[in-house]
């Protein structure tokens, strides 16, 4: 019993505070009022998720590697990649190989690359 006690008293203060944010929202000018939706009290309580459709733009290692390489005018070498990104010889050798079959770098010595302007 002290269960839905405990939701009627929740359901009660976040009715409160959603009068209180739409009388703030008022007060800035930006009126639009949700829909409210009614609180059951003798069903379970589902969890709230929030789904946002904007994710934030993260950078791949390739991409880390690659700019570095860019940067460089003369060319790196893969000692200069490790020290610079902290991947470990065969990471930086697995990316180094697949950009450079995809074209976006070129070898200009052994072991050199430089980026594909």
Do not use: C, H, W
């Not at 570095?68 to 930086?92: C, E, H, P």
């Not at 950009?99 to 770098?105: C, E, M, V």
């Amino acid at each position: 019993m002290t269960i839905t006690k405990d939701l009627q008293t929740v359901s009660k203060e976040l009715t409160k505070l959603v009068k209180q944010i739409e009388k703030l929202a008022a007060e800035l000018g930006k009126v639009e009022k949700p829909k409210a939706k009614s609180v059951k009290t003798k069903t379970k309580a589902k969890p709230v998720t929030q789904k946002t459709s904007v994710k934030a733009a993260k950078k791949t290692d390739t991409d880390n590697v690659l700019a570095i390489i860019n940067r460089s005018k003369k060319g790196v070498d893969t000692a200069a990649l490790m020290k610079k990104t902290g991947f470990n010889q065969k990471k930086v050798r697995n990316i180094l190989q697949r950009t450079y079959k995809q074209g976006k770098i070129t070898r200009v010595e052994k072991g050199i690359y430089v980026g594909v302007k």
